[in-house]
């Protein structure tokens, strides 16, 4: 199969840390990704990940990857208002990218 | 400004009426992708193109139809529209399969079919 799986929703305190998970199935994914999703916008690409990489940083941004368990996590460290979105995992499945279902990320001020 | 262009962004139509959703990239990229994206059911693939003329189905290609006449166009078209069809429909372009800069997505057109 190539069910990609997260959590639907997800609610923090403006300045906490926010995790967000996901599941993949293609243990042969090259790259992992996630976008995020504005309101009435289209889907952006936040950072990606190799899948010889166990973490990678981006400024505020953690990805960690177990390739045992199949298991793709994002985490926004210092949340803000503006990072109120939905957010997306996505892995390659031969000529396409997979999507999660979404979870929406609110943050409380 | 390296973007994918679609349009139109909002449209309604009636059931039956044929309808085409253009999309344009200026990236030079061989790949492009149209998706549908649903509440609680993230973005599902409709079709797919490798190159000119080079076309494929993903997971829910009923009742659409695409072409690759041109490298930088792939619009997607609904010979007769139903109301199941109404969803927000985005368009894609990558340089390969994926890759580090992943596919640039457009802005999206909400489609509602009455």
């Known amino acids: 199969g190539e069910d990609v799986e997260q959590s639907l929703f997800l609610s923090v305190r403006e300045g906490d840390s926010s995790v967000i998970n996901c599941t993949y199935t293609?243990?042969?994914?090259?790259?992992l990704y996630w976008y995020k999703q504005e309101p009435g916008a289209g889907l952006q690409l936040l950072t990606y990940i190799f899948s010889n990489m166990d973490m990678k940083q981006d400024q505020r941004l953690t990805v960690l990857l177990n390739k045992k368990d199949k298991h793709l996590s994002l985490r926004i460290a210092d949340t803000q208002t503006g990072d109120s979105a939905i957010y997306f995992c996505a892995e390659i499945h031969g000529n396409k990218l997979v999507f999660g279902a979404g979870t929406i990320l609110r943050v409380k001020s | 400004e390296a973007q994918v262009t679609q349009n139109p962004r909002y449209l309604i139509t009636v059931t039956g009426k044929k309808l085409t959703v253009t999309c344009s990239q200026n990236?030079?990229?061989?790949?492009m992708s149209w998706y549908r994206q649903d509440p609680g059911l993230g973005l599902r693939q409709i079709y797919y193109?490798?190159?000119?003329?080079?076309?494929d189905k993903g997971d829910v290609p009923e009742g659409y139809k695409v072409s690759r006449k041109e490298k930088r166009n792939f619009p997607l078209i609904l010979e007769s529209p139903s109301p199941n069809q109404t969803s927000l429909y985005f368009c894609a372009s990558s340089s390969l399969t994926g890759g580090v800069d992943g596919y640039t997505f457009g802005s999206g057109t909400r489609l509602t079919v009455v």
């Open positions: 193109s490798m190159n000119v003329e080079v076309t």
């Open positions: 293609d243990s042969s994914s090259t790259y």
């Open positions: 990236m030079n990229h061989e790949y």
